[in-house]
């Protein structure tokens, strides 16, 4: 009876890590054509923040965007960084947190919905029409 309580422990244990782990690889969302993409490192604690455009990144804005309809559905901080083209920014998640908490809050994900480039130059993300 101890041997079946102690697997069936470590089975619920182990099925909540990894389902933990994949909500929070689901909480943010790399929008179509972003020039930044956020990917989650393998300490599952950390995080890249890449700059896959051809110019420098000079600053950026976080919001969320419902994964549905595609719709901003709040404008959250600007964050200024000098980013080069193919260079990535490392950032630990819980530096994020109150930002990925807010967007699950209104069951949308963190994105990048805007940049600026070193050129003056601006990306924003545009929802797909009819959202």
């Known amino acids: 009876m101890k041997i079946r309580i102690y697997v069936l422990t470590t089975w619920l244990l182990w099925s909540q890590a990894i389902l933990a782990t994949h909500a929070q690889e689901q909480r943010w969302l790399n929008v179509p054509d972003t020039p930044l993409k956020f990917s989650l490192l ?11 455009s051809s110019k420098v990144v000079q600053r950026h804005t976080l919001g969320c965007v419902d994964r549905h309809s595609g719709r901003v559905t709040r404008k959250l901080r600007v964050d200024t960084i000098s980013l080069a083209p193919g260079v990535s920014s490392l950032g630990e998640l819980y530096s994020y947190q109150g930002d990925l908490d807010a967007c699950e809050a209104l069951h ?6 805007a ?4 050129d003056g130059r601006t990306w924003k993300y545009k929802p797909p029409s009819g959202s």
């Open 115 to 118: 940049v600026t480039f070193a």
């Open 42 to 52: 393998a300490n599952k604690r950390s995080f890249a923040l890449t700059n896959v």
């Open 108 to 113: 949308s994900a963190l994105s990048v919905i």
